[in-house]
C-alpha cells in the first residue's frame, strides 16, 4: 500500500504522464482525481464528505463574471477572421511596404500586431498570414526559412498583446484584474513586435538576397488609390481596438464589458462590409461554443484534481518545494520559466493554465512576487514555446498551409532568430520590471 505522504507526488506524475501520451487532458485529470480520491477514502487519508465541495467549485466556475469575457473575446476574433479581415489587411499594408527592401516582411510584423490586438486568435492568425503572405513573399523572392519565421512568430504576438484570450484566463488563474494584465502586456508586446521590425530590417540590409523589395513596375500598379484603400482596411480594426482596450484602460468598462462591445463591434463591421451572413454566423458560433466548453471542461477537470491534490497536501509539497528552492526568488523564477517553456512544447496553453499555475501562484504569493508582472511574463514564455521545434503549435499550424517547396526545416530555421528575440524580451522583463505599464 502506498504511504500517505507519496500520494500527492505520484499523483501530480501521473497527471504529467498520462497527459503526454495524448489522451484528453480533462478526462485525464477527472480520472486521476477520481481513482486517488477513492484510494485515499479507502485508506482512511480522506472522507466522502470531503467531496461535497467539488459541486460548490463547478457552480463558482460558472457565476465568475471573468471567464465570461472569455466567449466574448473568442466571438470577437472568430467573426473577424471569417469576415476576411486579415486578408484586406495584409493585401493593403503589403502594397504600402512593398517598396521597401524587406517590406513584405515589415507588414506580416504589422498585421500580426494588428490582429492580435483585433482578434487575439493565434491559429487564425497564423494561418491567414501563411495561406496569403507566405505564397507573395516566395514568389518575389524571399528566403524560405525568413519568410516562415516571420509570420509563425508574428502570427503568436496574440498571445501577449492585449485583448488577448491568454491574459483573461491568466488574470483569473492569478487572481488579478485582467485590466492590469492587459495594461502591463502592452509595452512588451509591441516592444516584441518592434524587435521584429528591427530583425527584418537588418536581414534586409545586410542580406538584401533574402528580403528584396517589390519590382518597381509592380508598385506603380499598385499604388493607384493606395491609400484609399489603406484607410478602409485599417480605419475599422484600429476603431474597434480603441473601443475596446480603450474602454478598459480607462476603467469604463470591465473585460467582460469590453468583451461583449468587442462582440458588437465585430458584427457592426461584418455587416459594414457586407460580410455578415448566416454561414459566418453560424460558424462563428459553433467555433464559440467548442472553444469554450472545451475550456469549462477543463475548469472542472482541474477542479477535481485541485481539491484532491490539495485533500492530500499536495499544495503544501509544492509550496515547500518552490519556496525553498536555491536562489530564492530567482530560483522560483527560472524552475517556473522552465517548466511553462517545456510544457508549451506538448500541451496547450489553457492546460497549462488550469494545472500548473494554481499550484505556482502560492509560492509567487509568499516570495513576495508582482503576480501582474509574473503574468506577463508567463504569456512572453508560452509564446516562446509555441515557437519551439519541434512541438511549437505555431509551427504546426504554419505547416499546414505552407505550400509544398516549403519544407519543415525551413520551418524550423525561419523561426530560430525569432525564438532569441522573445528571450531576449524576457530577459528584459525580468531585468527591467519598470517596463510595464501599471495601473494606478
Known amino acids: 500500500m502506498m504511504p500517505p505522504e507519496w500520494m500527492a507526488p505520484v499523483m501530480f506524475i501521473a497527471v504529467l504522464a498520462l497527459i503526454f501520451t495524448g489522451y484528453p487532458v480533462a478526462f485525464t485529470l477527472g480520472g486521476i482525481s477520481l481513482l486517488f480520491a477513492v484510494s485515499a477514502i479507502s485508506m482512511g487519508v480522506l472522507d466522502w464528505h470531503f467531496m461535497l465541495a467539488m459541486p460548490e467549485r463547478i457552480f463558482g466556475f460558472m457565476a465568475n463574471y471573468t471567464l465570461l469575457a472569455v466567449p466574448f473575446f473568442i466571438f470577437m476574433g472568430t467573426l473577424l477572421e471569417k469576415s476576411r479581415l486579415a486578408e484586406d489587411l495584409l493585401k493593403t499594408i503589403g502594397q504600402l511596404f512593398g517598396p521597401v527592401r524587406g517590406g513584405l516582411a515589415l507588414a506580416v510584423v504589422l498585421v500580426g500586431a494588428l490582429l492580435a490586438a483585433a482578434t487575439g486568435v493565434i491559429g487564425a492568425s497564423v494561418v491567414a498570414m501563411g495561406m496569403i503572405s507566405l505564397p507573395i513573399m516566395l514568389r518575389y523572392g524571399y528566403a524560405k526559412p525568413l519568410a516562415a519565421g516571420v509570420i509563425a512568430a508574428s502570427g503568436t504576438l496574440g498571445q501577449i498583446i492585449p485583448p488577448s484570450i491568454v491574459l483573461v484566463v491568466l488574470g483569473d488563474q492569478l487572481g488579478v484584474s485582467v485590466g492590469d494584465l492587459f495594461l502591463g502586456a502592452l509595452v512588451p508586446g509591441l516592444g516584441l513586435a518592434g524587435l521584429y521590425a528591427l530583425y527584418v530590417l537588418a536581414v534586409a540590409w545586410w542580406r538584401r538576397d533574402q528580403a528584396p523589395a517589390l519590382p518597381r513596375d509592380e508598385h506603380l500598379t499598385v499604388s493607384r488609390g493606395l491609400w484609399g484603400r489603406i484607410l478602409k482596411a485599417l480605419a475599422p480594426p484600429l476603431a474597434l481596438i480603441l473601443v475596446v482596450l480603450g474602454s478598459i484602460f480607462f476603467g469604463v468598462a470591465t473585460a467582460t464589458e469590453a468583451g461583449a462591445i468587442g462582440a458588437v463591434g465585430a458584427m457592426a463591421l461584418a455587416a459594414m462590409n457586407r460580410r455578415l451572413t448566416l454561414a459566418n454566423l453560424r460558424d462563428t458560433m459553433d467555433s464559440t461554443l467548442r472553444l469554450t466548453a472545451m475550456i469549462m471542461t477543463l475548469l472542472i477537470g482541474s477542479a477535481a484534481f485541485a481539491l484532491v491534490f490539495r485533500g492530500l497536501n499536495g499544495d503544501l509539497w509544492i509550496e515547500h518545494l518552490l519556496t525553498n528552492l536555491p536562489g530564492g526568488v530567482i530560483g522560483f523564477l527560472l524552475l517556473a520559466n522552465l517548466l511553462i517553456f517545456v510544457l508549451g512544447f506538448f500541451i496547450d496553453f489553457f492546460e497549462i493554465a488550469f494545472i500548473i499555475l494554481p499550484l505556482l501562484v502560492p509560492a509567487a504569493r509568499l516570495l513576495g512576487i508582482d503576480l501582474v508582472w509574473f503574468g506577463v511574463m ?63
Not at 509544398?404 to 530577459?427: A, C, E, H, N
Open 378 to 440: 508567463i504569456g512572453i514564455n508560452l509564446q516562446t514555446s509555441f515557437l519551439t521545434p519541434p512541438f511549437g503549435f505555431a509551427l504546426f499550424y504554419l505547416r499546414g498551409v505552407a505550400p509544398p517547396g516549403v519544407k519543415t526545416s525551413d520551418i524550423y530555421r525561419g523561426v530560430l532568430p525569432f525564438i532569441v528575440i522573445q528571450l531576449i524580451m524576457l530577459g528584459i522583463l525580468l531585468a527591467f520590471p519598470d517596463i510595464m505599464i501599471r495601473a494606478r
